[in-house]
């Protein structure tokens, strides 16, 4: 296991259409976190998921947004309806359990690069 | 609101002088505090984090926090052209993480 993998690595769609990231975490890692990052910022905070159960979502993210990770492995990122404005780069990062209620540092995988057109 | 702010810089120095790099967040509950480095086109990766207030070194860095004053710092001593980069401020609150914009670093040879 090398890492936190992500496919695809650049996705170009047209406006409207749906599409799908997959974000495969380093093995052992329970915890699996989706970011949205553009030009010049930082990482934005889109939802987080221990196991299979997605415990926070970002309130500022749509309902065109939606993200899934059956039996606590792989996760998947849909965004329905895509618009101009979703270009970006989805960042899907991972990391161990927390054993003394402290956060444990997140890996991040390469991105999946979304284009809307 | 969850919030960690960071000078979005740019931030210069020359080669072999210390860069000075701060971060302040502002949930008193927040738990653990992380520095990524982020180069053009890449994804985040981890140089260090803290979870004490007071400093921690690992070699060319130090991390310093101050709980009190809701700050957290780093420090890269002896800077070389290769550190240069978008430097992330992260910050937990009860197992979620949230970063600031990023401070780009240019150190110049």
């Known amino acids: 296991d090398t890492g936190v993998s992500q496919n695809p690595r650049h996705k170009i769609t047209k406006r409207g259409q749906n599409v799908t990231f997959r974000c495969d975490p380093i093995?052992?890692?329970?915890?699996l976190y989706w970011y949205r990052q553009t030009l010049g910022q930082g990482p934005e905070f889109l939802t987080y998921?221990?196991?299979?159960?997605?415990?926070?979502k970002s309130r500022l993210l749509s309902d065109r947004f939606s993200a899934e990770r059956p039996k606590g492995s792989f996760s998947t990122l849909e965004i329905q309806r895509t618009e101009q404005g979703d270009s970006a780069m989805y960042l899907c990062?991972?990391?161990?359990?927390?054993?003394?209620?402290?956060?444990?540092?997140?890996?991040f995988g390469q991105g999946t690069r979304l284009t809307v057109v | 609101q969850k919030e960690v702010e960071q000078n979005s810089g740019p931030l210069s120095v020359p080669e072999g002088a210390i860069a000075s790099l701060n971060c302040t967040y502002s949930?008193?509950?927040?738990?653990?505090f992380f520095w990524y480095r982020q180069y053009s086109g890449k994804s985040p990766e981890l140089i260090m984090f803290?979870?004490?207030?007071g400093d921690k070194e690992d070699g060319r860095f130090t991390a310093q926090l101050n709980k009190a004053s809701q700050y957290v710092s780093l420090l890269i001593r002896d800077s070389q052209p290769s550190d240069s980069a978008t430097y992330l401020c992260?910050?937990?609150?009860?197992?979620?993480?949230?970063f600031g914009a990023g401070t780009r670093l240019t150190v110049k040879p």
């Open positions: 990062a991972s990391s161990l359990p927390d054993q003394t209620y402290m956060n444990t540092e997140a890996f």
């Open positions: 093995s052992e890692h329970n915890r």
């Open positions: 998921f221990q196991n299979e159960a997605q415990l926070e």
């Open positions: 949930d008193r509950g927040s738990q653990s």
């Open positions: 803290i979870y004490s207030n």
């Open positions: 992260a910050v937990s609150w009860n197992n979620d993480m949230r």
